[in-house]
Nanobody, 124 residues
């Protein structure tokens, strides 16, 4: 029903910036909250941030608050993640997802559709 494709990951040094993109196809996602999650080696997938349907309300995990910014362009069926002041602990595979329950949850199980992920590696 929904396909998500992330892009924009790469290898950078601490303090650098990256901007990730996630484009949906097959069904419009403009009516659903969306989120970004990440999974580092040896760790469980964790919440990074979310954005409501209109793009007016955002929520961030404590570890990225003040450094990352989520945004969306519903006309393009795309959500973005601007990452600044990157740290080595930000190294992970980053996934975008659609909350089809429309509850704006931080829980992995609330998101039905997921992208394939894009690798972000931050060196010391």
């Amino acid at each position: 029903q929904v396909q998500l494709v992330e892009s924009g990951g790469g290898l950078v040094q601490a303090g650098a910036s990256l901007k990730l993109s996630c484009t949906a196809s097959g069904r419009t996602v403009s009516s659903f909250p969306m989120g970004w999650f990440r999974q580092a080696p040896g760790k469980e997938r964790e919440f990074v941030c979310r954005i409501n349907r209109a793009g007016s309300i955002r929520s961030y995990s404590d570890s990225v608050k003040g450094r990352f910014t989520i945004s969306r362009d519903n006309a393009k069926n795309t959500v973005y993640l601007q990452m600044n002041s990157l740290k080595p602990e930000d190294t992970a595979i980053y996934y975008c997802a659609v909350d089809t329950s429309a509850l704006g949850s931080r829980m992995v199980d609330s998101y039905e559709y997921w992208g394939q992920g894009t690798q972000v590696t931050v060196s010391s």
